[in-house]
Nanobody, 121 residues
């Protein structure tokens, strides 16, 4: 199995920054992707950003482009999400997820426990 351990959430004022981290352990895969999803109350879960852990593919949702940056440490199976210029509408539970069959924006089979990000106005 795969374990995903997230850290870095918290409470921040609008305009502030947070950095989320997610470390994967357990099974290994020849090619896989990791992503950050978020789920806000009353809204559907959405993919915020994703990155290929072997190749060069990345994705960021339109409303976070220019503010959020996803990066990786492939050797340590870790992905980061640097979130700058945070807005109240970024408030959500953020989940790390792993897609075990290479790059894509669906098919994330393994999930972390989630970390709360709250942005106050």
């Amino acid at each position: 199995q795969v374990q995903l351990v997230e850290s870095g959430g918290g409470l921040v004022q609008a305009g502030g920054s947070l950095r989320l981290s997610c470390a994967a352990s357990g099974r290994t895969f020849s090619d896989y992707a990791m992503g950050w999803f978020r789920h806000a109350p009353g809204k559907e879960r959405e993919l915020v950003s994703a990155i290929s852990m072997r190749g060069a593919n990345t994705y960021s949702a339109d409303d976070v482009k220019g503010r959020f940056t996803i990066s990786r440490d492939s050797a340590n199976h870790t992905v980061y999400l640097q979130m700058n210029s945070l807005k109240p509408e970024d408030t959500a539970v953020y989940y790390c997820a792993l897609r075990p069959t290479g790059w894509g924006m669906k098919g994330y089979d393994f999930w972390g426990q989630g970390t709360q990000v709250t942005v106050s106005s």
